[in-house]
């Protein structure tokens, strides 16, 4: 049993193997080689994973996002965010940091920010006098937050792994996504005072009404999403629904940039995303409940027992744990593999199992940009065309600030909490 669960799924991933397919390998071979059960097993648990309500948001929450990254959202974004900021030092710099924490609270999908922001802010930074490596590590870093903003994707999974709520999950990501943006934010201030680059233009109110009432419908996608869900109008799932109708809606017959054709073809992507998730979800949940059946969680619990470890020392085991599988696995392989043997144990050790699902995404989000292999450097290197070397120059200041900010999070579970207090009572 320890070779199918333990030994082969590093084997196929040493050689390269979708991950569905090193997860759906090893449960194969633990039912028919070791456990001697029916095959049906297997279908019965695949379809049964991805048998819950709450993953009906992920194609919705997709979509939305399809939608609104096609149009002009960013660029009305930015503009929105840079008739804000003024005459700051680094004002575009903080310009991309805010419109990425905004864009994350309507898309949710990381990748999706570094290509949408990146083209509208590097041309941009660049003819500004900005470091190329600098701009690079920003845009490919600060996309990161996309994740522990709400809506975020990988919340919902988890949610559904440790079968904790997902409007508490949203509600605790939001203080440390706006401590993240504020911390890099003020970053980009320094490093522009000290570069001497960046010189913003003063403020100018009339500018900063039309750019307000031209990305009003824009800013009417987050106000919708996490308005509806705390003030008990609808659940996430719904909100999804609501913000595909309402992304529909303004692109369409605001904007007038979408034709329905258009339309169409975003929900041919989503679908094929939402292929790729749900069939890694169906996969692991199958894998969870191998693990579950043959005492692993349970032996693990005993085991930090026995040794006495306390919840700082666990904390921080996960967080290198973490950190280091994050550089090599998409953040949903992460989660669905390592949720179920470290709920139980969190849970022995009296850590509040929200917080702990925030400590996961910060975790995360450092992987999505962590070299060398964080997707998020190469869909940068795809969309800015520079090289690779100049983005993992740019990226090092940004893994030190979310590292700094992960250690604040990790022991102060205040910062998460606090958020659940103030939007869910």
């Known amino acids: 049993m320890t070779v199918a669960l333990g030994a082969l799924p590093i084997v196929l991933l040493f050689f390269g193997f979708p991950i569905f397919l090193v997860l759906l390998t090893s449960v194969t071979v633990a039912l028919v080689f070791f456990m001697h059960l029916p095959l049906a097993v297997l279908h019965q648990n695949l379809f049964g994973s991805i048998n819950g309500y709450a993953l009906l948001a992920i194609p919705y929450f997709i979509y939305a996002g399809e939608l609104m990254g096609r149009g002009s959202v960013a660029r009305r974004l930015v503009d929105f965010v840079q008739a ?8 575009l710099g903080v310009t991309t940091v805010g419109t990425a924490t905004i864009f994350g609270a309507i898309s949710g999908v990381s990748a999706a920010a570094v290509a949408t922001i990146g083209k509208v802010m590097y041309p941009s930074m660049v003819r500004a006098g900005y470091p190329a490596s600098f701009s690079a590590g920003l845009i490919t870093a600060i996309g990161a937050i996309d994740i522990i903003i709400p809506p975020s994707i990988p919340m919902i999974v988890y949610g559904a792994a440790a079968q904790e709520s997902v409007p508490r999950l949203y509600a605790a990501g939001i203080v440390p996504g706006l ?3 504020l911390v890099i934010g003020g970053y980009v201030i320094v490093r ?44 996430p799932t719904e909100a999804a629904a609501v913000a595909c109708v ?7 017959f605001v904007f007038r940039e979408l034709t ?47 040794f006495e470890v306390s919840p700082w020392q666990f904390l921080l085991v ?11 696995l998409d953040p949903l392989s992460c989660i669905l593999l390592l949720t179920p043997l470290l709920i139980p144990i969190a849970k ?22 962590h070299p060398p292999f964080g997707i998020n450097i190469f869909v940068a290197q795809s969309v800015l065309g520079i090289d690779l070397k100049q983005i993992y120059k740019g990226i090092i200041p940004f893994v030190i600030l979310y590292l700094l900010v992960l250690v604040a ?13 103030l939007f869910m009572g």
Not at 284 to 299: D, R, S
Not at 318 to 328: A, D, I, P, Q, S
Not at 350 to 365: E, K, P, Q, R, Y
Request: charged share 5%.
């Open 318 to 328: 996960v967080n290198v744990l973490l950190l280091f599988t994050g550089c090599f």
């Open 179 to 181: 401590l993240l943006a």
């Open 260 to 306: 329905f054709g258009d339309i169409v073809e975003a929900a041919v992507a989503t679908v094929r995303f939402t292929a790729q998730i749900l069939i890694i979800v169906a996969c692991a949940g199958v894998f969870a409940w191998i693990l579950t059946v043959n005492q692993v969680p349970a032996m693990l619990v005993a085991t930090i027992q026995h």
């Open 409 to 421: 999070i990790t022991y102060i579970p205040q910062i998460s909490l606090i958020g659940v207090r």
């Open 246 to 252: 309402y992304a529909a809606f303004v692109t369409r």
């Open 348 to 369: 022995s050790l009296g850590i509040d199992t929200v917080h702990f699902g925030i400590v996961f995404m910060v975790n995360l989000a450092i992987g999505l940009f």
């Open 192 to 235: 522009a005072w000290v570069g001497g680059f960046g010189k913003g233009e003063p403020f100018n109110g009339t500018r900063f009404v039309a750019a307000t009432l031209r990305g009003l419908w824009a800013l009417g996608a987050p106000a919708i999403i996490l308005g509806g869900i705390y003030g008990g109008v609808f659940s």
């Open 84 to 91: 804000g900021v003024g005459s700051v030092r680094g004002s």
